[in-house]
């Protein structure tokens, strides 16, 4: 039985197809695009995001739903990082964050799974860190290259590769726990 990815963002999909590889699972891309609700909590429009990509595919499928969440901004951008990046980017934050102390922010991500019950499950990923100050690596996508993972060597996230991203990020323990209770769960 293959399981569907549902994501149109390209860099999540290869993050998340590297680890396919390491956990055995057969993994399928799917850009077919459902309907996202605007929610504060991840863990709601993940839940709601799988449920919908499941009457669509009419296959397990799953979705991730992820976002930056700045201390020193009461946890802005959160779920709406998509339109914050697509709007000031990485340079408008740079630009929020200037002269202030207090760079703590923590990545959250959550995966949306729906088998054929159609009852979602959905499993969390966190990295903690810092904002830099300025841009660095050609990696990733989206704000890696400002975030610096209180786990790592002092690198933003763009300047690992993926393999080293996942071992640290949010996505890659949200990931790693959803293929873990897959593995044990599966539908033939
Ligand atoms: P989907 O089709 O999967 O929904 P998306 O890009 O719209 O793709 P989200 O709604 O989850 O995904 O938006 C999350 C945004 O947060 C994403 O577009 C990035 O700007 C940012 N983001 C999330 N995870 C990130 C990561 O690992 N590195 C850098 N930026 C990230």
């Not at 790693?176 to 769960?185: A, D, N, S, T, V």
Request: charged letters at 30%; a neutral charge.
């Amino acid at each position: 039985m293959v399981l569907f990815f549902v994501t149109g963002n390209e860099g999540k999909f290869r993050e998340v197809s590297a680890l396919a590889a390491r956990f055995g699972v057969e993994l399928r891309h799917s850009r077919t695009p459902y309907l996202e609700i605007q929610a504060d909590s991840l863990s709601d429009i993940a839940r709601v995001g799988a449920q919908q990509a499941f009457g669509l595919l009419k296959a397990p499928c799953f979705v991730e739903d992820s976002g930056l969440f700045i201390s020193s901004l009461r946890g802005f951008p959160g779920p709406y990082s998509k339109y914050v990046f697509l709007t000031i980017g990485n340079r408008g934050v740079l630009k929020l964050m200037e002269g202030v102390e207090d760079r703590r922010a923590v990545f959250r991500s959550c995966v949306g799974y729906c088998g054929r019950d159609g009852r979602p499950l959905t499993f969390e990923g966190k990295a903690e860190g810092r904002i830099s100050t300025e841009e660095r690596g050609r990696g990733g996508f989206g704000f890696d290259p400002i975030f610096v993972p209180d786990e790592g060597d002092g690198r933003t996230f763009a300047e690992m590769s993926v393999e080293e991203k996942n071992a640290l990020s949010h996505r890659g323990k949200a990931v790693e726990g959803f293929f873990r209770w897959y593995l044990l769960h599966k539908e033939e």
